[in-house]
């Protein structure tokens, strides 16, 4: 592990350029096409407080990019600004805006019925800020499969992934269906642990060598990976899993996923800024990570929920299959009485009643959420017409600090749903 100092050095040389688009962001690696030591460090360390609050909306100074434009008008969003109601947080009560700072907030934008009731930002962001999603950006890999389904691309989400991808063939993904990666239930051989050290496990092994240095891309593990249990039988939150959706749809539409995603997701959202994916290496090597790595603006993501709100209808369009939509929100339960629960780093105790198609129940209101590492949310609430986009930088998931501000999150959106706006 690299030290404070040696940290704060490297973050320091990989964020104190000026910010660059995405377009035109530094090079990030080195002749040999190796990472430059302080990036690798700050990499390394990019999830850790309180450097996170920065390295959480600056992800292009970080990595390399995969841009998704935009283009022609932008979809209005229409407001009606007033003044939320205070926060009850563990019997005490207190302002919306002392709840922010408490949660941790960069970023929050609620909606309800269409209407922009509150936006607002901290800690040097504002509307042209790109924010991290972190595991949000499952969600919009599995909106990105409806359209490929809509389209014919994707005969079935029941055929098999290795009809797509050849290379998973005698893996444990070998007869893993498209709906078994989507509800995670491949059965494969993963964990969504962390364990660095001597041996570390297979998700450290992917970050240190994928994320980190690029020296392969995420998605290589998959074919040298074994079964654990049959496809379908039990569900077990699994990045690797989206990973190889988005191999999917790369191979089903025969683009880039970045490339796809703007000509069917982004653009016809009228979406009012670009967007970008963090890569797994350079241009022509490494792919999007598209279980973890998308980046947009706050009103942008704000738009994503009320096209979700709206069955897939947005901006005067149907965007995504209104099928596919009701389908992906479905959410099948969790439990299995055979299995023991999963530890609390790998999903927050708050998101185990359902999972749909890469996207989570949190509780029996109907509401679903995206939901991204140490607290990215857009959470839909379909009988009161809310959605809420709340940017977060919690401290790591797992931590006493982390968990309570993921509560007290919770909490609060439960009072804006219950909330009347005047």
Not at 121 to 144: C, E, G, P
């Amino acid at each position: 592990m690299v030290s404070p100092i040696r940290l704060s050095r490297a973050l320091m040389l990989a964020m104190a350029a000026p910010s660059l688009s995405a377009q035109t962001a530094p090079p990030h690696v080195l002749p040999d096409g190796s990472v430059p030591p302080a990036l690798a460090a700050a990499r390394m360390h990019m999830l850790e407080a309180p450097e996170n609050m920065l390295t959480f909306h600056n992800m292009d100074q970080l990595f390399q990019t995969r841009v998704v434009a935009r283009s022609g008008p932008v979809a209005p969003l229409a407001r009606t600004d007033t003044a939320l109601p205070p926060a009850t947080i563990r019997g005490k009560v207190m302002s919306e805006d002392a709840w922010e700072d408490l949660t941790y907030t960069s970023a929050l934008l609620v909606m309800r019925d269409g209407k922009v009731l509150h936006e607002s930002y901290r800690n040097n962001t504002d509307a042209s800020t790109h924010f991290i999603s972190f595991s949000m950006a499952k969600t919009f890999t599995s909106m990105l499969v409806g359209i490929a389904v809509g389209q014919g691309a994707i005969r079935s989400i029941d055929d098999p992934a290795v009809a797509y991808v050849p290379e998973l063939k005698g893996s444990g993904y070998d007869g893993v269906t498209i709906r078994q990666l989507l509800q995670m239930r491949s059965g494969v051989d993963y964990e969504e642990r962390y364990d660095f050290g001597a041996t570390p496990s297979i998700a450290a092994q992917i970050f240190l060598n994928a994320i980190v240095a690029n020296k392969e891309r995420f998605a290589d593990m998959a074919p040298r990976l074994k079964r654990k249990f049959a496809p379908g039988s039990r569900f077990n939150y699994s990045t690797l899993d989206t990973s190889v959706l988005g191999w999917v749809l790369e191979r089903a539409t025969k683009r880039p996923l970045a490339d796809f995603m703007a000509q069917y997701l982004w653009q016809p959202m009228g979406a009012q800024a670009y967007g970008f994916w963090i890569a797994d290496g350079g241009p022509g090597v490494g792919r999007e990570l598209n279980g973890m790595g998308y980046n947009a603006t706050l009103r942008d993501f704000a738009r994503f929920g009320a096209m979700m709100l709206d069955k897939g209808r947005f901006n005067g369009r149907q965007i995504v299959p209104a099928a596919w939509v009701e389908q992906a929100t479905a959410m099948t339960n969790n439990a299995d009485p055979a299995a023991p629960p999963p530890p609390p780093s790998v999903t927050n105790p708050m998101a185990r009643a359902g999972y749909g198609f890469q996207i989570w129940r949190l509780d029996d209101t109907g509401a679903y959420t995206a939901l991204g590492l140490q607290g990215q949310f857009i959470y839909v609430h379909p009988a009161t017409r809310t959605v809420i986009v709340k940017l977060s930088f919690f401290p790591e998931m797992g931590s006493a600090g982390g968990d309570q501000a993921l509560e007290d999150t919770l909490a609060y959106f439960r009072t804006l749903t219950q909330w009347s706006a005047k």
